[in-house]
């Protein structure tokens, strides 16, 4: 199975129970399944260099993606593994899409939840795959949005709603099922009361002017980009 998601998107969480309920391992040799970062490697070490690369676009570099492709390739196990990604959504969707054979989650987050948790915390890596806008936020709002419209491409995924994962765990165990139909799945149910105090914070803040003014901003690079109409893009 292959896990795909914007950043912060309870896909580390939904990793685990994934594992869990479909008896998958994870690879020994990095965590949460995450085998397209490097900084998930379990040789890393924080230094002061510059980080490996993530959010890397083809039209930014089209030979770095085929490498990347070439080394998904040759290294994910198709039978028996878990694996997950948020950092290469370009690389990963096209591989998915097209030779990869494996059973794909897709974990829909709204945009503007992932906008406003990845500038809160200086996480701006998304950029990198930005075309068009030039100063930091728009950059970053600009990389979340043609990662989500690269994810929403792969055929076959299925796909889950953020806001359904946090109000119902039987939501997460039909889409198990209907990957894994021949498979007895009993999963346990995630949403404890920590589970539950922990997001309360973050979705309220949905609330808030900051959340509305980046929704407008999010809308607007959007239609720049020509997305704003696509299906996946409601909650903008």
Known sequence: MFIVALPRSL???????????LNLKEPDWTTDGEIMNLDRHVAFEPTPVPEAAKFTHPLVDEKRCEKMRTFLEQLAIRRGYAYKDVVQPFVVSKWLATTSGMPVLRIDRPLVDVVYAMLARDWVYPRNAATLSTDREGAVIEGLIRARASLDAIAGAQAVHFDE??????????????????????LPNYRTPDFVA???PVLARRRTSRYRRLQHRCRYIAEQLDLADAPLFNDI
Request: no cysteine; hydrophobic share 40%.
């Open 165 to 186: 994962l946090t109000v119902d765990s039987n939501v997460l165990e039909k889409a198990f099922t209907n990957l894994y139909p021949q498979t007895n799945i009993a």
């Open 11 to 21: 896909s580390s969480r939904m990793y685990h129970l994934a594992r869990q309920a």
């Open 198 to 200: 922990e997001l309360t």
